[in-house]
């Protein structure tokens, strides 16, 4: 159970947060972006992928949504004298991430920011015992004016060497 005083500073924090976000959209518009991402190599077969985002205008939105995987770096086996054995992890952050900024620009809107859809695959080695990390990724970087209401593809891929398609696709109407 948590101790009383966190219980309240929670309680107060929850009942300040939705006058503090009526304060940030105050005057700015409020808009929904919606960005479909297909990947499939026939239309039978295609994977949608859709994130949903609300932002105001002029104010930089971020959706992580994903784990951390630790992955060996560095391994050391213990020396004579040294019965410890060392082992150094990074973390690789993967997932979906989308970072995004609009802009009003007359009747459309400007949109700038990135898309990073990442997942890791590989196999243990069997003499080892070592996962062997693969990072397969994809990255966006957006920067495009787009009509309100109406889908814009902002990337397509048609890889033939891995006989990939991909497709980007951002719909961005007004909120408020």
């Keep these: 159970m948590l101790p009383r005083h966190v219980l309240l500073a929670a309680v107060a924090l929850t009942a300040f947060l939705p006058l ?15 960005i479909n991402y297909r990947d499939g ?5 295609t994977t949608d992928r859709r994130y949903t985002m609300l932002l105001v205008e002029s104010r930089r939105a971020v959706f992580k949504a994903g784990s951390r995987n630790p992955v060996v770096t560095e391994s050391a086996h213990p020396q004579a004298g040294n019965t410890v054995a060392s082992t150094q992890f990074t ?13 009003a620009v007359g009747a459309k809107v400007a949109i700038e920011g990135s898309l990073d859809l990442s997942n890791i ?8 015992g070592i996962r062997n990390p693969v990072v397969r990724q994809t990255k ?6 787009v009509e309100l209401g109406k889908p814009t593809v902002l990337a397509a891929i048609d890889d033939p060497l891995t006989a990939r398609k991909l497709q980007v696709e951002a719909t961005i109407t007004k909120a408020n």
């Design 20 to 34: 503090h976000a009526q304060n940030l959209k105050e005057g700015s518009p409020l808009y929904k972006v919606e």
């Design 41 to 45: 190599n026939e239309a039978g077969a």
């Design 91 to 103: 973390y690789l952050d993967v997932g979906v991430n989308i970072d995004c900024l609009l802009q």
């Design 121 to 128: 695959t590989g196999d243990t080695s069997p003499a080892t």
């Design 140 to 145: 966006l970087s957006m920067d495009a004016v």
